[in-house]
C-alpha cells in the first residue's frame, strides 16, 4: 500500500515537467516543419545533434533533449519528495521503491513518446523534399540500422532509448542524492575538484607523463561498452546502460540510507 | 506493549549531547506536554520517534514494534514540524489530499470544516501562507490525519491569541470525539496546560520529569510572604527557587504541605505548570 502511494507520489511528481519538455518538443518541431514547409529550399532545419553527415536538412537525434532533460530531472527530483514523503510517514526504502518505479516508467514512458515522435518524423519529413528526420538510435548505430529492418530497428532503438534514458536519469538521481548527503565544504569541493580532475587534470598527466594511456584505455572500454568492437551491436549499449542503471540505483540506496531530513 | 516507547535513546550532533539515554514511554489516548527550554532535546527526541533523523544508541517502538524504516509503525504516527516540508508550489487542497493517500482515515470532510473555521484559503500554495497560517495549515492536516500518535512541534507558533484559543478548544473537541495520543511540544506552557493530561520535562537532552499533571503539581505548592518569613519557612524544605518583589518573596518549593505548620502571613497556593516548569529548568 505504502509502496504504491510512494511510486504514485513520484510519478505525479514528474508529470508537469515531462509534460512541459514535450510541449516545448512539440513547438520546436512544429517552427522547424513550418519553416521548413514555407521555405524549403533555405531552411537548413534545426540540428540538434549532428555527428555525421546527413545530407539535406531536419531534425537528427532529437533523443538527445531527452537524454539531457531526464539528467536534470534526475538532479532534481529528491530533496523534495523525500521531505514530503517522510513527513508522511513513508520509510526510506519505500521512498526508493517508489523512486525506481518511477525512474523504470518515465524511462520507457518517454522512450516510447519519442518513437511515436519519431515515426511521425519520418512520415511528415518524407512528403518533404530534402528534409531528414533521424533517431539518435540510427545515428549511433547508423551500420546495424541500415541493415536491419525497420521494426527490428524500431525495437531496438526503443530498447536502446530506454536504457539510456533509466542510466541517465539513475546518474542524475545518484548525484543528488549524494549532494544530499554532503556538507557544504565537500560539496563544494566535488563541484569544483571532480570536474577539475576529470577535464583538465587527468587529460593534463595523460598526454604528459603515460602518452594517452588513460585516454586510449577509456576509447576501447567505450568502443567495448557500445558495441563498435563487434561491429556496431546495439546490445552490448543496451546491457551497458542497464548496468550503469544498477550500479548507480544500489550506490542511490547506500547513500540514502541514512540520509536524514534537513531543516 | 501499546504506545510508543523511546528506550535508551542518545543523540550527539558533534560534541552537543541532544539526548542522553533517553528513556520515555508515551501511552495511547494521552494528551502529553514535551516541555523544555530551546535546545533541550524536545525536537529532536521527536525527530528520532519518526525515524526523520538516527539516534546514535537506543531504540524506537511503536506498540511493540521498531518503528526503524517500518512503513507499519510509521505510518501510525503524524508529526506536524514547526518547519514545513511540503513542497511549496503545492496548494493547501492538493496537501490535504495527498496526505489522504498517505493516511487513509484522513477525514478531508473535517479538514474542509477546521479550514473554514480558521478562514484557511486551501486555493493558496504553501509558500504564499504566513507563519500563522502555515501552523495552522499544518495543524488542520495532523489532526485531520486520525493517525493514533499524534505529534505537534511548537503548534501555536505565529498564531494569534484568538487561533490558539481556538487551536485548543477544536484538539479538545476531537480528542473527545475520538481519542489518539497527542503529544504537544511547545514553549508556550499556559495556554497548554489545561489540556495535558501528563507532562515529559527535557532538559539538557535528559527526562527529569514524567509523570501526570496532577501529580506533578500535587508535588509542590507557592509560598508567599514577608521575605524573612519565607526564608525561616523554607529553610528546612526543598526549595525549587524563588522571586522576590521588594519585601515580597515567593517561593517554589516540592513536597506535601502541612497547612498546621504554615506560619501567620504566609499565603499558600498552587504551584501552576509554567512556574514549576521555570523552576525545574532554570536549576
Not at chain 2, 501511552?27 to 525536537?43: F, H, Q, T, W
Not at chain 2, 495532523?142 to 493517525?147: F, H, I, P, R
Request: hydrophobic share 45%; net charge neutral.
Amino acid at each position: 500500500m505504502k509502496r504504491k502511494s510512494s511510486s504514485i507520489y513520484q510519478l505525479n511528481d514528474m508529470k508537469r515537467p515531462v509534460a512541459i519538455f514535450y510541449f516545448i518538443m512539440f513547438c520546436i518541431l512544429l517552427f522547424g516543419f513550418t519553416v521548413a514547409g514555407v521555405n524549403a529550399s533555405s531552411f537548413h532545419g534545426t540540428v540538434i545533434i549532428s555527428t555525421t553527415s546527413i545530407s539535406g536538412s531536419g531534425f537528427v537525434g532529437m533523443e538527445a533533449g531527452t537524454v539531457i532533460f531526464l539528467f536534470v530531472c534526475g538532479l532534481n527530483s529528491f530533496k523534495e519528495s523525500f521531505r514530503m514523503l517522510t513527513q508522511n510517514g513513508i520509510s526510506r526504502k519505500t521512498i526508493f521503491f517508489g523512486r525506481i518505479i518511477t525512474l523504470v516508467s518515465v524511462s520507457a514512458g518517454m522512450a516510447v513518446i519519442d518513437k511515436i515522435i519519431l515515426l511521425a518524423g519520418k512520415f511528415i519529413a518524407s512528403h518533404m523534399s530534402g528534409m531528414n528526420f533521424v533517431g539518435l538510435f540510427e545515428l549511433i548505430y547508423s551500420g546495424h540500422a541500415a541493415q536491419a529492418g525497420a521494426v527490428q530497428m524500431h525495437i531496438e532503438g526503443f530498447l536502446f532509448d530506454f536504457s539510456l534514458y533509466l542510466a541517465v536519469i539513475t546518474i542524475g538521481y545518484f548525484i543528488t542524492i549524494a549532494f544530499y548527503r554532503m556538507n557544504k565544504i565537500a560539496k563544494i569541493t566535488v563541484a569544483v575538484g571532480v570536474p577539475m580532475v576529470l577535464l583538465n587534470a587527468v587529460p593534463y598527466l595523460d598526454m604528459a607523463l603515460l602518452h594517452g594511456a588513460i585516454g586510449n584505455a577509456l576509447y576501447n572500454t567505450m568502443t567495448f561498452a557500445f558495441g563498435y568492437k563487434n561491429g556496431g551491436n546495439p546490445y552490448f549499449g543496451i546491457v551497458t546502460c542497464l548496468l550503469i542503471f544498477a550500479v548507480f540505483a544500489v550506490l542511490s540506496r547506500v547513500t540514502m540510507r541514512k540520509a536524514v531530513v534537513k531543516d | 506493549m501499546s504506545g510508543i516507547e523511546v528506550r535508551n535513546a542518545t543523540k550527539n550532533f558533534g560534541s552537543v549531547h541532544a539526548l542522553k539515554d533517553v528513556t520515555v514511554h508515551f501511552e495511547e489516548n494521552k494528551i502529553y506536554g514535551l516541555l523544555g527550554r530551546n535546545g533541550a532535546g524536545k525536537s529532536t527526541l521527536l525527530n528520532v520517534i519518526t525515524g526523520r533523523i538516527f539516534a546514535d544508541g537506543g531504540e524506537v517502538l511503536v506498540d511493540g514494534e521498531s518503528a526503524l524504516e517500518n512503513d507499519r509503525e510509521l505510518g501510525k504516527i503524524y508529526m506536524m514540524s514547526e518547519k514545513n516540508y511540503y513542497p511549496e508550489s503545492m496548494k493547501i487542497r492538493d496537501v490535504f489530499a495527498w496526505t489522504k493517500e498517505f493516511y487513509p482515515d484522513f477525514d478531508m470532510a473535517y479538514a474542509g470544516t477546521f479550514a473554514e473555521r480558521f478562514e484557511l484559503n486551501t486555493d493558496k500554495r504553501v509558500k504564499a501562507l504566513s507563519t500563522g497560517y502555515s501552523s495552522i495549515f499544518k495543524l488542520i492536516t495532523a489532526l485531520s490525519t486520525n493517525a493514533r500518535y499524534i505529534l505537534l512541534d511548537e503548534p501555536v507558533l505565529g498564531l494569534d491569541a484568538n487561533h490558539r484559543d481556538l487551536f485548543y478548544k477544536i484538539l479538545i473537541e476531537k480528542y473527545s470525539e475520538n481519542p489518539s495520543t497527542v503529544i504537544i511540544s511547545t514553549h508556550l506552557i499556559e495556554e497548554a496546560a489545561g489540556v495535558i493530561e501528563h507532562v515529559v520535562i527535557i532538559k539538557d537532552g535528559q527526562v527529569i520529569r514524567d509523570e501526570s499533571r496532577e501529580e506533578l503539581m500535587s508535588k509542590g505548592y507557592t509560598a508567599t510572604g514577608a521575605a524573612g518569613a519565607i526564608d525561616r519557612f523554607t529553610a528546612d524544605k526543598n526549595l525549587l527557587g524563588t522571586d522576590s518583589l521588594g519585601g515580597l518573596k515567593t517561593a517554589y518549593i516540592l513536597g506535601k504541605l502541612d497547612r498546621a505548620a504554615v506560619p501567620d502571613g504566609i499565603e499558600i497556593s498552587k504551584m501552576d505548570l509554567q512556574r514549576l516548569f521555570i523552576q525545574l529548568t532554570n536549576a
